[in-house]
C-alpha cells in the first residue's frame, strides 16, 4: 500500500531561514501517516477503540533541499513491513518531483498503558489489498 496526501506550506510552517522548519515537517509527516492509516480502514477512532496505539519508537529523517511558501507537498506513505508487535514504514516528502525529506520510522503497536501487543487483526491483510 502506498498512500499519497498533498499539503501546502504556510507562512506559519518556515523557519527564519524563510524554509520549511523542520519540527513542522515532522507534522507533515505525521498528517500523512494519519490519513494513510484512515484510508486502510484503521483510523485513529478506530484504534483507540479498540485499545491500539501505534507509537513511533525510532525515526530517521533525511532533508535533502529546503520546501518554501506555498510548495505542495506530496507525501508518500508506505509501511514496509508488519511484525507481531512492530511496523517500519517509509515516508517521502516531494514537491515538483524533487525529494524534499525522507523518513523511515519504527512503530510498535501498544495497549493503553504502553505494553507491547499484536499489530491489531486484518492489519497485515488491509495493506495488500
Avoid: C
Amino acid at each position: 500500500m502506498i498512500h499519497e496526501t498533498e499539503l501546502r506550506v504556510r507562512f506559519g510552517d518556515l523557519d527564519p531561514y524563510d524554509h520549511l522548519n523542520h519540527a513542522r515537517a515532522m507534522t507533515f509527516f505525521e498528517s500523512a501517516r494519519v490519513e494513510a492509516l484512515e484510508a486502510l480502514g484503521f483510523g485513529l477512532d478506530r484504534l483507540k477503540a479498540d485499545g491500539v496505539h501505534i507509537v513511533l519508537v525510532e525515526i530517521t529523517a533525511r532533508f535533502h533541499r529546503p520546501a518554501r511558501l506555498h510548495d505542495l507537498m506530496k507525501i508518500t506513505t508506505e509501511v514496509l513491513s508488519v511484525g507481531r508487535t512492530t511496523s517500519t514504514w517509509r515516508q517521502v516528502m516531494s514537491h515538483d518531483g524533487e525529494v524534499i525529506a525522507t523518513l523511515d520510522i519504527t512503530a510498535a503497536f501498544t495497549d493503553r498503558n504502553g505494553r507491547p501487543r499484536r499489530a491489531p487483526s486484518g492489519f497485515a491483510e488491509a495493506l495488500e489489498s
